[in-house]
Nanobody, 124 residues
Framework: QVQLAESGGEFVQAGGSLRLSCGAS????????MAWYRQAPGKQREFVAR???????NHADSVKGRFTISRDNAKNAVYLQMNSLKPEDTAVYYC??????????????????WGQGTQVTVSS
């Protein structure tokens, strides 16, 4: 059973920074591809960033250069460092874990385990 729990969401002013954390049950972070998604009110969930088991990362164009995904296998955690936040970054942010054999699209995720989400609100 994979259990994920996000934390770190807060109310922050535009231009500020936050670091989101995703804690996982068991030693799954090192054996799963991990990703962050977000869903703004009235919008569909969207891909933010992913990190593979090998440590390769990809970030959505909308956050490239501002957000950074990272992983600490020893702490069994995944992080999303968010800098230069904008009001359009306001959303519930979700952590997701994908099986090691996953070869599908991260923009249309299938078969992932999800956390409950953490709210990030950026004021202008």
């Amino acid at each position: 059973q994979v259990q994920l729990a996000e934390s770190g969401g807060e109310f922050v002013q535009a231009g500020g920074s936050l670091r989101l954390s995703c804690g996982a049950s068991g030693s799954i972070v090192s054996t799963k591809h991990m990703a962050w998604y977000r869903q703004a009110p009235g919008k569909q969930r969207e891909f933010v960033a992913r990190i593979t088991i090998a440590g390769n990362t990809n970030h959505a164009d909308s956050v490239k250069g501002r957000f950074t995904i990272s992983r600490d296998n020893a702490k069994n955690a995944v992080y999303l460092q968010m800098n230069s936040l904008k009001p359009e970054d306001t959303a519930v942010y979700y952590c997701a874990a994908f099986p090691s054999y996953y070869s599908g699209s991260y923009y249309q995720p299938r078969g992932a385990w999800w956390g409950q989400g953490t709210q990030v609100t950026v004021s202008s």
